[in-house]
């Protein structure tokens, strides 16, 4: 097939340029080798907001209730269900990208697009077809993945990015979070809403370190007051997969090195105690598995 535009990538850079295109009078096709909806759609903005209103309500209604004029005996939570209701919002939106191509007579490829000569798209398909399609223009919006860090190399059960955080189950016991950007303090207030004892580590001074100082400052103490741990100027500096989980080295990055913690006879799928001296804070953390 001959195109106007081939646009790589359906997530909200690609889904955007290939519908304004057609509705120029464009002939376009969006391959997309996941679905619709990209990143932002299926494993990043939408999921996690679904999943943070969760811990919102949750959150109030354990500690808030009665201010509201609420009486609850007994409150519980279905983590099952919490984590199905996150993908089924996704899948509303991303269906919703699916019929925005359709309308707008988008075609839509479903398979990982590779570039091999000038004016020429290969997409190994899904259904285990491949097929080329020439195009006038090609738009590369294929997006990020998750980066693990060195000596840490994501295994999908213990040492886990963003997509597999929003879709853990059971729910763990106790988390480190190594990065207090936007997504790491998301995943701290979601675990810690539901009770897992969240550890969130920060190699900068502040949590949301590109945040206004005095933002991030207000936050932090939101945040511990609703019992994050959090470690700020601190660096990760080993991870290890144990029997029981993850064991991870700090290091302060304003004093000398020291090993504050090493709980070796923790039972399994129990969190340890986290010992820390304040600006000092090279430790090792043994982290639970989930039950
Ligand atoms: C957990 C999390 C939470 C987030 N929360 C927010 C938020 O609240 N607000 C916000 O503004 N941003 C948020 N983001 C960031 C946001 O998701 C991204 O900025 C956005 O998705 C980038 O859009 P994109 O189209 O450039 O790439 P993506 O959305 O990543 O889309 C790229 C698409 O390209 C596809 N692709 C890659 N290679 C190929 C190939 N060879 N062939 C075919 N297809 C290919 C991928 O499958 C993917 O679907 C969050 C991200 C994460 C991970």
Known sequence: MKYDLIVIGGGPAGYVGAIRAAQLGKKVACVEKERAGGTCLNWGCIPTKSLLRNAELFHLMKHR????????DGLSYDWEKVIKRSREVSDK???????????NKVDYVLGGALLEKAGEVVVKRNDGKTETHEAANILIATGVIPRP????PFNGKTVIGSREAMILEPQPKSMVIIGAGAIGVEFAYFYNAFSTEVTLIEMMPNVLPI?????????????????IKILTNTKTTKAETTKRGVRVTLAGLDDGPAVLCDQGDTAAGEECALGYRRRHLDGILQRGLPA
């Open 65 to 72: 209730a009665g201010d509201f004029g609420f009486k609850i």
């Open 93 to 103: 939106n991303a269906a919703g990208i699916e019929f925005l191509f359709k309308k």
């Open 149 to 152: 860090l060195t000596g840490l």
């Open 211 to 227: 945040e206004d100082t005095e933002v991030s400052q207000a936050l932090e103490k939101a945040l511990t007051k609703q019992g």
